[in-house]
Structure formats: structure tokens, C-alpha cells
């Protein structure tokens, strides 16, 4: 997706750019993204990009231009002593204003319908914190912002929707700071302040080397959970993931599938490793060993769903005849003609109104005894029966624990 320039008025008259992202539609709810101490760099614009792609209309100014216009620096040693040199010349309140400023101007854009929020890394955190303090925005999220503690003398002004992502071995943010800060929102039932473990500062970062991806996920799904509840868009995830199957299993339409899809999405079936990463990959996989290579009687026995924010989480019992080679499922595995049922569990992400990826989850152990290539004897492993008491609960449980009838007597 790229993006685009344009030239925002400081409140003392100064001109400053803005990088900005706009989403597919055209216009959505507004994202001031307040940069870390590197400028706006690829990292930053990035981040804009995806924003963009999750529906909304980013605005990233340049909050360095009173020191020097268009500073965008990478990681390097040498980077990194110019970014800190930075960091301690940047004027904390000019930048504030050049923020506020921004968000005034992002209310005048018709690419901004709606509300508008602020989200910041590192330097970033504090100033979208400070945003929601002093800017008029609507929801603010903050990563590992620095310094925050020394601003809690501001904390009462803050009353919109905020997240606070902090690292737990941030030398920059640390341990005691964050605990300030957590004293400071105890009573505030709007703010929301997580920590993760056993990862470091600019955690979020891709490609940075204290990039860790399942932090960065969670963050990154609670975050858009702030935004979604606060300023939309709202989409019915429901419907999409409906009519995303209704294309695999109904109609059998592969470009119809991947049309519910964002440009780069990638599916993983865990048990087998099946699926594909990126369009092209994942098209061949559908076209070729998916859509045609699912049984003709294959059916979809909904058990539960739950809906959040950019995710849908399916359970269902999955059922069909192995009549053909199912590469997906039973890869090189010929056709036995058993008849299976199995639990399956669908977790699915979505980026905007489009489908991001799946991850599937089922037992492979209880479909092989089902085909009749593992033999369940003396092993903890079922087959059909586990599918009968999803559906039945007062079936018999335990009855692969050789030591239950040991506590017969014990009631609790």
C-alpha cells in the first residue's frame, strides 16, 4: 500500500510533512501515529500501512522537523547515537502541539470519517499518551513508552480509551516505572496496561533484533480492540468467515475464496502443515490440493463460535468420507472409504473486511484410528468417540485413564 505526503501548520506558523496511509475504502477513522526517536522510517510508514489495511486513515508527522526536516535513520551503531542525540534535544511540549495540530488538521480530511486516535512506539508511547491527555483524541495505545512515570502528573486529564504495552526487561521503560504508572490508572477503569514477559524494548519492531512475533501479535490484536471498540470500523467477521467457506466447501470457487482474503494471507493446518503463505501459494494450494481433494459429502457441524475484534474462533465437528486422497488432511494416505468425524477448531484473523489467515486445529491421531492406520490399543488416543461426546456430554468420560477406578470411592 503507499502512501502519500502532505504539509500540516504548526500552531506557530511552521509547515512540517506527514506520511499518510488510507485505507482500501478510501476513508476511515482517523490514527495519529507518533513515531519512535528514528523518524519517520520504514519501520514507521510500515505500521501506517498496515493501520491502513485494518480500515483506517493514518497520519504519521515528521515530529522531528524543528530539529532537522525529514530525519529518517535506521539501527545502525552509528544510527542509533544520532537517534538518542535526538531524543534528548526534542522539545516534548513543541511536539505535543505539532501533534495537536495534526489531529485538528485530520478532522478537516475527507479521507477521516469519524473519530480520531492516537499510537506511538518508544518516544511514540509517551506522546500518544500525552496525547490522550492534552490532544483531543478519542482512544490512545502506546508501546513501551519512555519516560511516561515522569508525566503521571497528567494522568487525571485522561479520559478515553487507552492501552499501555510495556516490555518486561525494558531497560527504558523498567519494572519500577511501569509500576508508578499501573498505581496511577488503578481507579481508571478506561485504561488498560499490559506487560510481556521475558521480551525487551521494541519488541513490536519488525526486523529489529528484539522483535518477538508473538508478543507483537497479541499487542498488536489488543490494540486494534481499543480502536474497533472506540472509533470502529465494524465489520460482521460472522458473515465473512461464512461466505469465505461457503466458497471452499459450497461453490467450490477458489478465486471466489481468495477474494475474501487480504493480498498476503497464508492458512496453516497445524497436524499436517498444509496450507500456503502469500496469494500465489496459497492459490495453488487451494486450486489444486484443497477445493478439489475435500470429500463431495464433507460437512461443517457448527458447536460454538466466538467473535472478537479481527478474529473469529469456530468449533465444529468435522465430517466426511475418505473416498479420495485428502492431500490436505491424509497426505499419500489412498482412499479407505471410512467414514470420519472428528473436532475442529478454526481460529481465523482478519485485517479490515478481509480474511488474513486460519489457523486449524484438530486431532489427527483420532482421524488416523478412524481410517484404521493407528491402532488405538494401549495408547491414549480415540477415535469416533471423541466427536460423539463433543456433541453428548454424559457420554462416559476418563475411560482412557488405566488408574480411574482407583478414586471410585473418592467424591471430592
Known sequence: MAGSWIEITAADGGKFKAYVAVPKAGHGPGIVLCQEIFGLNGFIREVA?????????????????????????????????????????????KGMQDITATVKAMRAMPQVKGKVGALGFCL????????????????????????????????????????????????????????????????????????????????????????????????HHRS??????????????????????????????VDATMATMVPEPYVNHVPTMTGGVGFQHLRRFYQNHFIPKTPQDTRLVPISRTIGEGIVVDEMLFCFTHDIEVDWMLPGIPPTGKFVEIPLVAIVKFRGDKLYNEHIYWDQASVLVQIGKLDPKGLPIAGVETARKLVDETLPSNTLMTRWAESAGDKG
Open 49 to 93: 500501512d498496515l493501520y491502513a489495511e485494518e480500515g483506517y486513515t493514518v497520519v504519521a508527522p515528521d515530529l522531528f522537523w524543528r530539529i532537522q526536516p525529514g530525519i529518517e535513520l535506521g539501527y545502525t551503531e552509528a544510527d542509533w547515537k544520532k537517534a538518542f542525540e535526538y531524543f534528548q534535544t526534542f522539545d516534548t511540549d
Open 124 to 219: 511514540g508511547g509517551r506522546l500518544a499518551y500525552l496525547a490522550a491527555a492534552r490532544s483531543g483524541v478519542d482512544c490512545a495505545v502506546g508501546y513501551y513508552g519512555v519516560t511516561i512515570d515522569q508525566y503521571l502528573g497528567e494522568a487525571g486529564n485522561i479520559k478515553v480509551p487507552m492501552a499501555l504495552h510495556f516490555a518486561g526487561e525494558d531497560k527504558y521503560a523498567p519494572p519500577e516505572a511501569v509500576e508508578k504508572i499501573r498505581a496511577a490508572f488503578a481507579g481508571n477503569n478506561l485504561v488498560t496496561i499490559y506487560g510481556y514477559p521475558g521480551v525487551d524494548h521494541a519488541f513490536a519492531r519488525t526486523g529489529g533484533m528484539h522483535y518477538d512475533k508473538p508478543s507483537a501479535l497479541m499487542a
Open 224 to 253: 486494534i480492540a481499543v480502536f474497533r471498540r472506540t472509533m470502529g470500523p465494524h465489520y460482521d467477521f460472522s458473515a465473512l468467515w461464512d461466505k469465505h467457506c461457503e466458497y471452499e466447501f459450497g461453490t467450490r470457487d
